[in-house]
């Protein structure tokens, strides 16, 4: 709530700021604001809220270097350094401007897990930062991505997967598979149903987000689509258990045991939905529909 209401009080003082008569004039103080000497008593989060706003005032990076006299790119990273300092700060970590644009920025993380490793606040700092430098180191990693589970972080571990993901580096990180296995799983273990709504989006989310995994292939789909079925949810157990060789027989006891026209509605609507999983299972009830049919033609001509 707090958060908020920063946010909606810096969304005011822009909308003051943004009246052509101020802006310009807004924008030298907001400088002058930003760039005050380490001796005053301006908190670094005060200056980042000054530059945020300084960027959302100014309607070119033309006015803003002439106004600035520095460079867009100087500017963009002087922000980035103070956002980093203020959240350093309320991690309790004393940190100057200057020392932190100097230090060890891979010492600086791997301080936070060894000193900060119960703070939630600490992990997502430090997987924001490594993403940001470029700091690829698999142990280091490795070691962020488990503690990020241990403290049941699955919102935040499962846009950390998605982001380790595009990092080819990082596909060798200890327990990458069994790390992607618990988001996918622990969400459906946590529903109920019969599932509605919400709920009924989050699992939904799951057969997303299994798309996006690169270890898909040996990730225990036949599991999550007994999961789904559990959930009442065939269509989406359906598209999990034709992912994997070993999920033939799960498919067909899905298609025996459900309504063929609501399961087919269903996968339809995955498919409008834009679950590329949804193909797949229609190619396959489409084949079950043509080899039945075959089947009874064949039983009708003997």
Not at 30 to 38: C, D, G, R, W
Not at 90 to 100: E, G, V
Not at 120 to 129: I, P
Not at 293 to 301: I, S
Request: net charge negative; glycine share 4%; hydrophobic share 45%.
């Amino acid at each position: 709530e707090e958060q908020q209401e920063d946010e909606t009080n810096l969304q005011r003082v822009i909308f003051l700021l943004l009246h052509p008569a101020c802006c310009e004039k807004g924008a030298t103080y907001l400088m002058k604001y930003a760039y005050k000497e380490a001796a005053s008593k301006i908190t670094n989060t005060c200056k980042a809220r000054a530059m945020r706003v300084l960027f959302a005032i100014v309607p070119d990076v033309a006015t803003l270097e002439r106004i600035s006299q520095l460079k867009a790119e100087e500017l963009w990273a002087y922000l980035y350094s103070l956002v980093c300092v203020a959240e350093l700060d309320r991690l309790r970590i004393s940190q100057s401007l200057t020392s932190f644009q100097h230090c060890n920025k891979e010492g600086l993380v791997r301080g936070l897990l060894k000193n900060h490793r119960t703070s939630q606040q600490a992990l997502r700092f430090a997987v924001g930062f490594s993403l940001d430098k470029g700091l690829y180191d698999v142990a280091m990693w490795g070691d962020l991505l488990q503690q990020m589970l241990n403290l049941e972080m699955l919102n935040d571990l499962q846009q950390s997967l998605i982001s380790v993901s595009y990092v080819p580096q990082l596909l060798k990180v200890p327990r990458l598979l069994q790390l992607w296995q618990a988001v996918l799983v622990q969400p459906l273990v946590d529903a109920h149903p019969p599932v509605v709504s919400d709920m009924k989006r989050t699992c939904s989310d799951v057969l997303h987000l299994l798309t996006l995994c690169p270890l898909i292939v040996d990730i225990d789909t036949v599991s999550l689509a007994n999961h789904y079925v559990r959930l009442q949810l065939p269509a989406h157990a359906l598209c999990c258990a034709l992912l994997s060789g070993h999920g033939t027989m799960l498919a067909q006891d899905i298609v025996e045991k459900s309504d063929r026209e609501t399961l087919v509605a269903e996968v339809e609507l995955l498919g409008e939905d834009g679950f590329s999983l949804a193909d797949q299972a229609l190619t396959y009830l489409d084949s079950v529909s043509q080899s039945e049919e075959g089947a009874e033609d064949a039983a009708m001509e003997y």
